[in-house]
């Protein structure tokens, strides 16, 4: 098997990417609320640190303007809202997986290997596109699939919705830096909305029943 | 290359690596105590102090229970020379093999570091002391989960590189330009938790405490003392950092070392080395300081993940995009 070799720009971008992977793992494991929000920051300063890297290395002076958005949103801002929104509610533990702790990170493993078989056999090959770093972002948007579906509290929903984001983020970085930054504000923005609503979300549920547990949700059934 | 300086003969450099080793061993375990007893607002012991205890228990008698046979004596000795040879098969101070560098793969190494813990644990099921048992049959089933981990990485190493020597291995990261691949940074990762686990770090042991019932690595030298226990002792440092180094200077961080066998060059790689061993033993200590331990029934989840990235690390290599 000849041994690729990566160019030491797609490299770093690499372990960025990989690093939001593991950062990704890490949000399935823990099992505090507030360690969520912490471990998304830290998720979304190596967001913030590839956009960094992307825009260095291409030239692109508004990818900077964009680095510096997301980190003053998603490192700083959400953040910090959801750390108020968890002061208010007062619930420490996150809800409990459906399955344990080693199961769902089996469970997260093949999903992402099947995230790395998707990409690996579109067979594109281009000096242009770094497949890797595609492949880890469509690993990570796998995975945080994994923390909703699993967990079953509204904030580890939310905060999985979250890095979701930041795993499209670090596709749309790589594939197409170019991109208008109208557009990949427009992101932002959505993610804004999100967090808006979220947090209406939290608020209410936690106002009606005490809890943040979603399995409450099910008795609502007609 | 500047022709006509004097090197060092690889021989000798080869014994320089094995006295950098257990020399140095105690200086770091000595400055990672230091800061963590700085990091929770105590005085902490001075950085010297492993030495000091080192030389005390030298001068006391070795007291041996009547039921103990000769191998309650010996395994200490097998321990520690286990840990002599180790330094002989990976890069502590130098780019190029030396003269016994390939005389074990990373495999060997990891045989010869095995072999140091079961004469340990064997010592332990001899005293019969029911705590030093606890302890070697805690150890014995931790090292079998941490075992596939270690597996897994030698994999990734092979995939790399296409031998399983160390050796090979710190070259390629050397080479800049193959510096940084997703599979190499997972493998870095889940051989930097295999450290946490073999080195008794906190979300797995702590080392400080005195309580036996939470203990693994500790429990077992329990019942020895005298030189026999300077021994278990001065070989566990050593073993700590045997492990720093491989993680330092094969996967992480394979400069400062020489390259042509030059004096200066050498010494400089000896600094370099114990430079790099206490940067690394500061995040141990930090990370000591940050988290909690887990409970016992949790340990092997925690060695689940390691496996896991390790996996996710050969993964990348076979079905990730070329």
């Given at each position: 098997?000849?041994?690729?070799?990566?160019?030491?720009?797609?490299?770093?971008?690499?372990?960025?990417?990989?690093?939001?992977?593991?950062?990704?793992?890490?949000?399935?494991?823990?099992?505090?609320?507030?360690?969520?929000?912490?471990l998304?920051?830290?998720?979304?300063?190596?967001?913030?640190v590839?956009?960094v890297?992307?825009?260095?290395?291409?030239?692109?002076a508004?990818?900077y303007?964009?680095?510096?958005?997301?980190?003053?949103?998603k490192?700083?801002?959400?953040?910090?809202?959801?750390?108020?929104?968890?002061?208010?509610?007062?619930?420490?533990?996150?809800?409990?997986?459906?399955?344990?702790?080693?199961?769902?990170?089996?469970?997260?493993?093949?999903?992402?290997?099947f995230?790395?078989?998707?990409?690996?056999?579109?067979?594109?090959?281009?000096?242009?596109?770094?497949?890797?770093?595609?492949?880890?972002?469509?690993?990570?948007?796998?995975?945080?699939?994994?923390?909703?579906?699993?967990?079953?509290?509204?904030?580890?929903?939310?905060?999985?919705?979250?890095?979701?984001?930041?795993?499209?983020?670090?596709?749309?970085?790589?594939?197409?830096?170019?991109?208008?930054l109208?557009?990949?504000?427009?992101?932002?923005?959505?993610?804004?909305?999100?967090?808006?609503?979220?947090?209406?979300?939290?608020?209410?549920?936690?106002?009606?029943?005490?809890?943040?547990?979603?399995?409450?949700?099910?008795?609502?059934?007609? | 290359?500047?022709?006509?300086?004097?090197?060092?003969?690889?021989?000798?450099?080869?014994?320089?690596?094995?006295?950098?080793?257990?020399?140095?061993?105690?200086?770091?375990?000595?400055?990672?105590?230091?800061?963590?007893?700085?990091?929770?607002?105590?005085?902490?012991?001075?950085?010297?102090?492993?030495?000091?205890?080192?030389?005390?228990?030298?001068?006391?008698?070795?007291?041996?229970?009547d039921?103990?046979?000769?191998?309650?004596?010996?395994?200490?000795?097998?321990?520690?020379?286990c840990?002599?040879?180790?330094p002989?098969?990976?890069?502590?101070?130098?780019?190029?093999?030396?003269?016994?560098?390939?005389?074990g793969?990373?495999?060997?190494?990891?045989?010869?570091?095995?072999?140091?813990?079961?004469?340990?644990?064997?010592?332990?099921?001899?005293?019969?002391?029911?705590?030093?048992?606890?302890?070697?049959?805690?150890?014995?089933?931790?090292?079998?989960?941490?075992?596939?981990?270690?597996?897994?990485?030698?994999?990734?190493?092979?995939?790399?590189?296409?031998?399983?020597?160390?050796?090979?291995?710190?070259?390629?990261?050397?080479?800049?330009?193959?510096?940084v691949?997703?599979?190499?940074?997972?493998?870095?990762?889940?051989?930097?938790?295999?450290?946490?686990?073999?080195?008794?770090?906190?979300?797995?042991?702590?080392?400080?405490?005195?309580?036996?019932?939470?203990?693994?690595?500790?429990?077992?030298?329990?019942?020895?003392?005298?030189?026999?226990?300077?021994?278990?002792?001065?070989?566990?440092?050593?073993?700590?950092?045997?492990?720093?180094?491989?993680?330092?200077?094969?996967?992480?961080?394979?400069?400062?070392?020489?390259?042509?066998?030059?004096?200066?060059?050498?010494?400089?790689?000896?600094?370099?080395?114990?430079?790099?061993?206490v940067?690394?033993?500061?995040?141990?200590?930090?990370i000591?300081?940050l988290?909690?331990?887990?409970?016992?029934?949790?340990?092997?989840?925690?060695?689940?993940?390691?496996?896991?990235?390790?996996?996710?690390?050969?993964?990348?290599?076979?079905?990730?995009?070329?």
């Amino acid at each position: 098997m000849p041994v690729h070799v990566p160019s030491t720009t797609a490299g770093v971008e690499d372990v960025v990417a990989v690093l939001v992977l593991l950062t990704e793992f890490a949000m399935l494991r823990g099992p505090l609320l507030r360690s969520q929000v912490r471990l998304y920051a830290f998720q979304s300063l190596a967001v913030s640190v590839l956009a960094v890297v992307v825009a260095a290395t291409r030239h692109l002076a508004d990818i900077y303007a964009l680095a510096g958005l997301s980190f003053v949103l998603k490192v700083v801002i959400v953040p910090a809202v959801m750390t108020r929104l968890l002061r208010d509610v007062d619930v420490d533990l996150a809800g409990s997986s459906k399955l344990g702790v080693a199961s769902s990170m089996l469970v997260a493993l093949a999903v992402s290997v099947f995230g790395f078989f998707a990409v690996g056999s579109l067979h594109v090959h281009s000096s242009l596109l770094p497949s890797t770093t595609l492949a880890v972002a469509s690993a990570v948007v796998l995975v945080a699939f994994v923390l909703i579906v699993l967990r079953s509290d509204v904030v580890s929903q939310a905060m999985g919705f979250f890095s979701l984001e930041n795993g499209v983020s670090i596709a749309g970085l790589v594939i197409a830096a170019g991109l208008p930054l109208v557009v990949e504000t427009t992101f932002l923005f959505d993610l804004l909305v999100a967090v808006v609503a979220f947090g209406i979300i939290i608020r209410v549920h936690h106002g009606r029943s005490r809890t943040l547990s979603t399995d409450e949700l099910d008795r609502l059934r007609g | 290359m500047t022709p006509g300086f004097a090197v060092v003969a690889p021989k000798a450099v080869q014994a320089l690596q094995v006295l950098t080793i257990v020399v140095g061993a105690p200086l770091v375990s000595g400055v990672i105590s230091h800061v963590e007893a700085r990091l929770q607002g105590r005085r902490g012991p001075r950085i010297l102090q492993p030495y000091y205890d080192l030389a005390k228990l030298f001068r006391k008698e070795t007291l041996v229970t009547d039921e103990s046979s000769w191998v309650f004596l010996a395994a200490p000795v097998v321990a520690f020379s286990c840990y002599l040879i180790v330094p002989l098969l990976i890069p502590v101070l130098t780019t190029y093999p030396l003269p016994l560098g390939y005389m074990g793969d990373i495999l060997g190494g990891g045989f010869v570091l095995a072999l140091g813990g079961f004469s340990v644990a064997l010592a332990a099921a001899e005293s019969g002391a029911p705590y030093a048992q606890l302890g070697a049959s805690r150890a014995m089933t931790f090292g079998a989960l941490v075992e596939p981990t270690i597996l897994f990485v030698v994999f990734v190493v092979g995939l790399i590189t296409s031998t399983d020597l160390p050796y090979a291995l710190a070259g390629t990261v050397r080479s800049s330009s193959e510096i940084v691949r997703p599979g190499h940074v997972l493998a870095a990762v889940a051989f930097f938790l295999v450290v946490l686990v073999d080195t008794g770090r906190i979300p797995v042991e702590t080392h400080t405490g005195t309580l036996e019932l939470g203990m693994i690595d500790e429990a077992r030298t329990l019942e020895h003392s005298g030189p026999a226990l300077a021994l278990l002792q001065w070989g566990s440092a050593m073993k700590q950092l045997v492990l720093y180094t491989i993680l330092i200077n094969v996967f992480v961080a394979p400069f400062g070392l020489s390259s042509n066998g030059a004096p200066g060059s050498v010494v400089g790689a000896i600094g370099a080395l114990l430079g790099k061993a206490v940067l690394l033993g500061l995040v141990f200590a930090v990370i000591d300081n940050l988290f909690a331990k887990l409970r016992l029934y949790k340990i092997p989840e925690f060695l689940a993940a390691a496996f896991g990235i390790a996996v996710l690390a050969v993964v990348v290599f076979y079905v990730g995009p070329a």
